[in-house]
């Protein structure tokens, strides 16, 4: 295993990874991490949470005001709750992540992780673009909407969940248009970010990119 601090960048080493979801960005960020020897953040779970606790508390989900208390309130221990993985949660955390004070609150969440003596991995949709800018690794990880569909059917199918590869396209397209749409950091790669297209890549394949990636950017 190589050590996070090879290469000419010195200091704490930050890797930022976004994409679309369904992009394989999680499983690339959770190996980046292993590789790496450093925490990883999915912070796609921050904004599921918050989702969640709209729906346990049985508050409308366009609710601003209650998304960004909840946001505000968030705890560490609400991010293992199996039930922010389901397909109905990613949707759900789509609509509560358009409101600018949620993304506030999550904001100094993810920058404390991030600014940890260890550096840190992060994924999710602004993290090379808001959340840590300036990060000397930056990933973009992206994928045909087909494939990520399939890709995500297989998963859902793998934890029993019963679900259509065509609902799961329609909540991918929904899903990517939402998000790089909305005002508040909408999905995009940061303008430093290598793309990496993972449609013909097994996620071995994607790592091994992912890797020489991160090595060539750290020794810029
Ligand atoms: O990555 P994941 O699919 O878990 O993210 C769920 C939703 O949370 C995304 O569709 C997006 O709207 C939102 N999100 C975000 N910014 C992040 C991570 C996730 O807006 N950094």
Redesign the pocket.
């Known amino acids: 295993m190589n050590s996070g601090r090879t290469g000419r960048h010195a200091g704490p080493l930050v890797i930022a990874i976004d994409g679309p ?1 369904a992009s394989g960005k ?1 499983t690339l960020a959770r190996r980046l991490a292993l590789h790496y020897g450093l925490p990883h953040l ?7 949470a918050v989702a969640l606790t709209l729906i346990d508390a049985g508050t409308d989900l366009d609710d601003g005001g209650a998304a960004a208390r909840a946001a505000g309130a968030l705890s560490a221990e609400r991010l293992s709750d199996p039930r922010l993985r389901e397909r109905a949660m ?1 949707e759900a ?2 609509r509560v ?1 358009s409101v600018p004070e949620v ?1 506030a609150a999550l904001l100094s969440w993810q920058r404390k992780f991030a600014e940890g003596a260890q550096g840190a991995v992060l ?5 090379g673009t808001v ?1 840590c800018p300036g990060a000397p690794v930056k990933l973009f990880i992206t994928a045909a909407p087909e494939e990520r569909a399939r890709r995500r059917h297989l998963e859902l199918l793998g934890r029993g969940e019963e679900t259509t590869l065509a609902a799961i396209l329609a909540d991918i397209r929904a ?1 990517d248009a ?2 790089s749409s909305r005002a508040a ?1 909408p ?1 995009k790669a940061a303008e430093d970010a290598v793309v990496l297209d993972t449609t013909e890549l097994d996620a071995d394949a994607a790592f091994a990119q992912a890797v020489a990636i991160a090595e060539r950017l750290k020794a810029a």
């Open positions: 979801a999680g999915d912070t796609g779970l921050l904004y599921r990613g955390a789509s992540s993304r994924d999710g949709r602004d993290i959340v899903r939402r998000d950091a999905l």
